[in-house]
């Protein structure tokens, strides 16, 4: 989705902006890119710890949450900034993350 994003022609390379204390609940990251037309920066949800832990996704067994929290966050904060910003990217199709972290029982 992000190469996707990158290459699509309206917007700047997507970027990162990390905030927090790495390692603890606050550390988060935001994504955000120009949109070219309008020059505007366009910013996304910012994804911290304490989301991944309520969310479920950091306390699964094998998660890459607990052994690649940077990569993790980055990967995160492009989904729901893509899916804000340009949703036809992705036409509603779930990343890989997205489909380990989720519940069966949750029903999705």
Known sequence: ??????SCGRFSALRYRF?????KDDWGCT????EKETG????????????AKKEGWFGKSGSKWQSIPEQMLRYRSATFFIRSVAPEIGM???TK???EDMDPQDGY
């Open 31 to 34: 994504a955000y890119a120009k």
């Open 1 to 6: 989705m992000i190469a996707t994003f990158n």
């Open 92 to 94: 509603g199709l779930m």
């Open 97 to 99: 993350d997205e489909l």
């Open 40 to 51: 505007e920066i366009l910013e996304g949800a910012t994804i911290t710890l304490a989301i």
């Open 19 to 23: 905030s927090g204390t790495p390692g």
